[in-house]
């Protein structure tokens, strides 16, 4: 017999895996995260960058489209990029420009997010300011792609982790 196992406790239909009953629950998760457009998020370089950290103009899921999601906490994950960095939101959230970066060696207080399902396997992800990414315009962008200043879950705040 097997159950449906997901990634932390918030994450009811965002990213799971059908399990053994015995397993015990993934603590890391490859997956490519998507956006409202159906783009693919993308690191760009792999990580370890501070500048041009992300696009959202993917069509196809290549290795810069593959994300590591580590469970920190039942509720909390770092992202971890192509080249083994850790996406950070810069500040914690609330902004509007130099919103994220790939280069962090160490998952710090910026490096903890959290997913919050929505409905349908979509997800917003919230920031440890407890604002939420957005991904400008719904993604299909290469600059000013995404911000981290949104206070409540929109249509631009709408993910998909495909794992």
Same mark, same amino acid.
């Given at each position: 017999?097997?159950?449906?196992?997901?990634?932390?406790?918030?994450?009811? @239909?965002?990213?799971?895996?059908?399990?053994?009953?015995?397993?015990?629950?993934?603590?890391?998760?490859?997956?490519?995260?998507?956006?409202?457009?159906?783009?693919?998020?993308?690191?760009? #370089?792999?990580?370890?960058?501070?500048?041009?950290?992300?696009?959202? #103009?993917?069509?196809?899921?290549?290795?810069? !489209?593959?994300?590591?999601?580590?469970?920190?906490?039942?509720?909390?994950?770092?992202?971890?990029?192509?080249?083994?960095?850790?996406?950070?939101?810069?500040?914690?959230?609330?902004?509007?420009?130099?919103?994220?970066?790939?280069?962090?060696?160490? $998952?710090?207080?910026? !490096?903890?997010?959290? $997913?919050?399902?929505?409905? #349908?396997?979509?997800?917003?992800?919230?920031?440890? @300011?407890?604002?939420?990414?957005?991904? $400008?315009?719904?993604?299909?962008?290469?600059? !000013?792609?995404?911000?981290?200043?949104?206070?409540?879950?929109?249509? #631009? !705040?709408?993910?998909?982790?495909?794992?």
């Amino acid at each position: 017999m097997s159950r449906l196992l997901c990634f932390g406790a918030a994450a009811v @239909s965002v990213a799971c895996l059908a399990t053994p009953a015995a397993a015990a629950p993934p603590t890391t998760m490859d997956c490519s995260i998507q956006t409202r457009s159906g783009h693919y998020v993308t690191a760009v #370089d792999g990580g370890g960058r501070a500048a041009d950290v992300v696009r959202t #103009d993917a069509t196809t899921v290549g290795p810069t !489209e593959r994300f590591q999601l580590i469970a920190l906490t039942a509720t909390t994950f770092a992202v971890r990029t192509a080249n083994k960095n850790y996406i950070s939101v810069v500040g914690g959230g609330g902004r509007t420009a130099d919103v994220i970066r790939s280069n962090a060696t160490t $998952v710090g207080a910026n !490096e903890k997010l959290a $997913v919050v399902p929505i409905a #349908d396997g979509w997800a917003a992800i919230r920031t440890p @300011s407890g604002n939420y990414l957005t991904a $400008v315009g719904g993604g299909g962008r290469r600059a !000013e792609v995404v911000r981290s200043d949104a206070t409540k879950i929109g249509p #631009d !705040e709408r993910f998909k982790f495909n794992c």
